[in-house]
């Protein structure tokens, strides 16, 4: 099989990157395009993956994250453990769970992932424990951000999934966001583990300046262009959660832009404060041999006193 020029590999996910983003822009006023947008993404991930990590490492990724955010959504629907009581309407599912709940888990924790080896570092083999853990448990984090404007619109509003006791954020509990944090940091640890004992070797680091991580963290920061546009396209009115508690649609526009930029947003704008400071850190190539030579004095003749040549 031709192995695809590495221009050609970068120039198609700039393609990919500008295409998700156009989409997240278009998705507030055509929400049908939204599991498109999904897809699309995921596509994303499973190329800048396989090209950053290799083939098998980012089946890896795609593997941990379906089965584990599976069994857990559906054990938190049976149970209550770990994200609370609640249930999802229309069909379409997988057991008790809608078939693009998992391509949502990837499409987004891919990014919250280059957003976390950006912030923390990469996990290669044989990395420090510290990178092992440590860039999963930023990366939890990152991707719990994205629930936090999320959740509201899409259980509060649009009813897509129930909170069956409520809660305080919006009819939306805290143990949701715990258990998202728990959940994400759960597959992203799968994964670390697996890079650490078998992905690539430390010397195919990624070009830290380069467009790898630049799209991942842009990717990750367009995310949030919805909640803005909600902000002054959503409708204006009066919900009512589970528990009977009533909310202004307003008020859940403002509050989910307010987290987005204090969340989200702060992170993508520090991951590349931390890519730029990195490429402004890059060292100088270094020089040819041809320009060290140049650079070399030209030898002095040394004359030697009291020394007669063989002629005298």
Do not use: C
């Not at 249930?87 to 769970?97: E, N, P, Q, R, S």
């Not at 044989?126 to 990366?139: D, E, F, H, Q, Y």
């Not at 715990?178 to 670390?192: E, I, K």
């Amino acid at each position: 099989m031709a192995t695809i020029p590495r221009s050609n590999r970068v120039t198609t996910l700039w393609a990919v990157t500008i295409v998700i983003g156009l989409g997240l822009l278009l998705q507030s006023v055509v929400p049908q395009i939204a599991l498109l947008v999904i897809v699309v993404q995921v596509a994303f991930a499973l190329l800048h993956g396989a090209r950053r990590y290799g083939r098998r490492a980012i089946w890896v990724f795609v593997a941990a994250g379906l089965v584990i955010s599976n069994i857990l959504e559906n054990l938190s629907i049976e149970t209550g453990f770990p994200f609370g009581h609640y249930h999802y309407t229309g069909g379409g599912k997988l057991f008790l769970v809608p078939w693009f709940i998992g391509p949502a888990y990837l499409a987004t924790g891919y990014l919250a992932w280059i957003v976390a080896t950006v912030l923390l570092s990469d996990v290669r083999r044989n990395s420090p424990w510290l990178t092992t853990i440590g860039t999963p448990v930023i990366a939890a984090f990152a991707m719990t951000a994205w629930d936090l404007a999320m959740d509201p619109k899409n259980s509060t509003i649009r009813h897509n999934w129930i909170w069956e006791n409520g809660g305080g954020y919006f009819g939306v509990p805290l143990g949701n966001f715990l258990g998202w944090t728990f959940t994400v940091y759960l597959f992203m640890q799968v994964f670390a583990l697996y890079l650490r004992s078998r992905g690539p070797l430390p010397t195919a680091e990624p070009d830290r300046t380069g467009p790898s991580d630049v799209q991942g963290v842009l990717l990750y920061g367009l995310t949030t262009v919805p909640y803005f546009t909600l902000l002054f396209t959503g409708d204006h009115k009066t919900v009512t959660d589970a528990a009977g508690h009533t909310w202004q649609t307003a008020d859940i526009y403002e509050t989910s832009t307010l987290v987005t930029v204090y969340g989200m947003f702060f992170i993508a704008v520090l991951a590349l404060l931390r890519i730029a400071q990195q490429r402004t850190a890059a060292p100088a190539p270094a020089p040819t041999a041809a320009v060290e030579a140049a650079k070399l004095p030209e030898p002095e003749t040394v004359r030697v006193i009291g020394t007669a040549s063989p002629q005298e």
